[in-house]
């Protein structure tokens, strides 16, 4: 069964401190792996998404993400956070067996102190 | 051009009652996905529609929940004699299925905040 993990409730940073949100991820088949982030009173918007091809992918609002496929891993990162990124953060899988079910994580608040 | 609505907004309903929630995805996306996200949780899969037919109805978590999207355009979320226990925000998604197949990414509503009573 597909499966999303997101071990971090919440994650603290600085501005202008690199940023990492974690999330794991089980499924059959090669995933499809997205990011999607929901400020307060707005709805859930797309960042990012990894399909094939080359490990790291870069997203919107200067976010990237990498995939580690020995890890199972899809890790969000930015160089330097905004006090504007803060807000909740998750991360969702698509498995690799013909289906459109998409499996979101927990999420994870991101809070980035001025 | 216009984004996912969703109507109501807010519902607020009595135990036991039946409620419609109803969703208008962007013009063209021929995929349409339910979710329910809970207090402190992700969403939750409920349902996915690909043109008019429900290709994967999987989530839906017992035979009081329904959904129909009869013209592959709009579609309506049905419960049935509502519990306590079905308090949460609705959520409704679309995407464009020919532009990217299985790696498209969705475009959410708002959400409906349905609470029972």
């Known amino acids: 069964a597909q499966s999303v993990a997101q071990p971090e409730d919440q994650v603290n940073v600085a501005e202008g401190n690199p940023l990492t949100v974690k999330c794991t991820y089980s499924?059959?088949?090669?995933?499809?792996l997205f990011w999607y982030v929901q400020y307060p009173n707005r709805g859930l918007q797309f960042l990012l998404k990894?399909?094939?091809?080359?490990?790291l992918v870069k997203g919107s609002y200067g976010f990237e993400a990498e995939f580690n496929k020995s890890q199972t891993s899809f890790h969000l990162k930015k160089p330097s956070a905004l006090v504007s990124d803060s807000a909740l953060y998750f991360c969702?899988?698509?498995?690799?067996?013909?289906?459109?079910?998409?499996?979101f994580g927990a999420g994870t608040r991101l809070f980035v102190k001025a | 051009g216009a984004g996912v609505s969703q109507t109501p907004s807010n519902k607020v309903t009595e135990k036991g009652k039946y409620v419609e929630l109803r969703c208008d995805p962007i013009?063209?996306?021929?995929?349409l996905y339910w979710y329910r996200q809970s207090l402190g949780q992700g969403p939750e899969f409920l349902i996915y529609?690909?043109?008019?037919?429900?290709?994967?109805d999987s989530g839906l978590p017992n035979d009081r929940f329904f959904a129909v999207r009869p013209e592959g355009s709009v579609s309506t979320l049905k419960i049935q004699r509502t519990e306590r226990g079905d308090s949460a925000v609705y959520l409704c998604?679309?995407?464009?299925?020919?532009?990217?197949?299985?790696?498209?990414?969705?475009?959410f509503g708002p959400g409906t905040r349905l609470t029972v009573t």
């Open positions: 499924v059959s088949g090669n995933p499809y």
């Open positions: 529609f690909q043109g008019t037919g429900a290709a994967d």
């Open positions: 969702a899988v698509r498995d690799g067996t013909g289906g459109f079910k998409t499996i």
């Open positions: 998604a679309s995407s464009s299925i020919p532009t990217s197949g299985r790696a498209s990414e969705q475009y």
């Open positions: 013009s063209g996306h021929t995929a």
């Open positions: 990894y399909i094939t091809g080359d490990n």
